[in-house]
């Protein structure tokens, strides 16, 4: 896969229903920074970057390319409902590796 900052921008952007203007606001910069970034004509300072990052519910890395891996970000919850949320993620791991062998068998 060729790794496409501007694509993962824009993706991350559209899978949250925002315009480029919406973003623009949240992260306080202007829509043609954003159209910029999207388009890998510019790139954004870290702090752009980091909040970005936050609108879209994804890691820095994840937006750079560093990992695939998405991020969620879950706050104010208490440690049984992290440990309830951590065990789900865990079983739905395990069942979606199950799965996929059955599928390539």
């Known amino acids: 896969m060729i790794y496409d900052f501007g694509m993962r921008l824009q993706i991350s952007r559209k899978n949250k229903k925002l315009t480029q203007f919406q973003v623009a606001e949240l992260v306080g910069t202007t829509k043609s920074s954003i ?30 390319g560093i990992d695939e891996r998405r991020t969620i970000i879950i706050e104010d919850i208490t ?27």
Request: include cysteine; hydrophobic fraction near 35%; proline fraction near 4%.
């Open 79 to 105: 440690e049984k409902q992290y440990c309830i949320i951590r065990d789900m993620i865990n079983k739905l791991t395990s069942e979606f590796k199950y799965l996929n062998k059955l599928i390539r068998k």
């Open 35 to 64: 159209s910029g970034y999207e388009n890998n004509t510019s790139f954004p300072p870290i702090e752009i970057l980091k909040r970005m990052a936050l609108v879209y519910g994804v890691s820095c890395n994840y937006l750079l």
